[in-house]
């Protein structure tokens, strides 16, 4: 598989509308976030092993890793939540912020070590520390 853009393959087929999807070059896997299954999925590249993460979730929408602190964040959709999980332990995933408005895509920058994200009430974008310390407009 090549991320090229020559061709396109199927490497997984979803019963229903896939939110948002990730890529870890490091690993070499990519994550979903799929709200009818109250779901977040993870595949190796070539799709052939599919693993559900986290489940029994209400709407996951924005999804975002950290790949060097091995975290993944997901915010629930029409919501002002944004959730945070350890990949090493699924089970301990919490709420790390209510933040104002309504979050709709979020984003981790491994360049500056920030979480981004729209909000869609007040159409502003945030940015903030991974523990959504000091958030910025």
Known sequence: FALNGQYEDTLASCKYFTEDIEL???TNDFYWANRW???ILKSNYDGTVIDTLIDNIIDPNGLAIDTLN??????????SLIYK?????LDSSFIISCVNGVVGDIEY???DHKLYWGDMS????FRANPDLSLIHI
């Open 24 to 26: 870890d070059l490091r």
């Open 37 to 39: 299954d109250s779901a």
């Open 70 to 79: 091995n975290s993944i964040f997901w915010s629930r959709r029409g919501s």
């Open 85 to 89: 999980a350890s990949l090493d332990n």
């Open 109 to 111: 920058s491994h360049e």
């Open 122 to 125: 007040n159409k502003k974008i």
